[in-house]
């Protein structure tokens, strides 16, 4: 079975002991901080502005969707 998930524009994402806050574009945060945005897939990417998500939160770790 196959299915998709809209997330809430407002919704956040749980990770590596942080809450990821939605943005647009990476210089809506400040250099080194993580977020997660919309890719042009439609799918929940997780980003790290100037930096690296699979350096700074690990591969593979479980996340949550918190709305």
Known sequence: MTGSA???PNASI???GRLLEREKTFSD???GAAFWYENSNG???IAVNQ???DRDLAIGIPVE???
Do not use: K, Y
Request: charged content about 15%.
């Open 6 to 8: 809209i997330l809430v």
């Open 14 to 16: 749980a990770a590596a």
């Open 29 to 31: 945060r400040p250099p």
């Open 43 to 45: 799918l929940a990417e």
């Open 51 to 53: 930096g690296r998500a």
């Open 65 to 67: 969707i918190v709305s």
